[in-house]
């Protein structure tokens, strides 16, 4: 492989990682009221996607955040910035440090990346995105807890 690319990839995503950690004005958008109660039942791990905002798939420091809700009870957001594996490929393994735990609630979709696939209560999802909470923290949370199925409208993907 080509290390001069490996260099050019990895300090584009660490220089992402860094202005999502450090908190860009331009990615901050305001969370709706929280709603309440489970998803309704469908063939994807969940329910249709809340009304989003639009969003470019410039880098998520730079796009507008999308309101997203994570229907579930007590869902780990993991990361771990300083862990490449940890922004590149977002898993259990990797992003080791649950930096919050949350349950139904609102919070800023950021981007969205495959990493491990998730498998609960019969569903299955690759997909991550990576949230902003009401409280600032960052961190990953699998799509299966996310309002709107395996990728998350409105949510773009990560630039990395």
């Known amino acids: 492989m080509n290390t001069r690319r490996l260099l050019k990839v990895t300090t584009a995503a660490a220089a ?3 202005a999502l950690a450090l908190g860009s004005p331009a990615a901050v958008a305001s969370p709706a ?7 309704a039942a ?3 791990p969940a329910s249709p996607a809340p009304p989003a905002s639009p969003a470019s798939p ?3 420091a730079s796009a507008a955040a999308t309101s997203v809700y994570i229907w579930a009870t007590n869902v780990n957001v ?8 940890c922004v590149h490929y977002p898993s259990r393994g990797s992003c080791v440090k ?3 735990t949350v349950s139904r609630t609102r919070a800023e979709g950021m981007c969205q990346h495959p990493g491990e696939e998730i ?3 019969g569903y299955r999802n690759r997909w991550w995105t990576l949230l902003r909470l009401p409280d600032g923290t960052i ?3 699998n799509n299966i807890y996310i309002q709107g199925g395996e990728k998350i409208a409105g949510v773009p993907d990560c630039g990395w």
């Open 16 to 18: 992402a990682a860094a």
């Open 98 to 100: 649950i930096v919050a």
């Open 42 to 44: 469908t063939a994807t």
């Open 58 to 60: 410039a880098s998520p």
């Open 139 to 141: 961190g990953w949370v």
């Open 119 to 121: 498998v609960d209560s």
């Open 78 to 85: 993991r990361y771990d910035g300083a862990d490449a594996d």
């Open 33 to 39: 009221a929280a709603q309440a109660g489970p998803p």
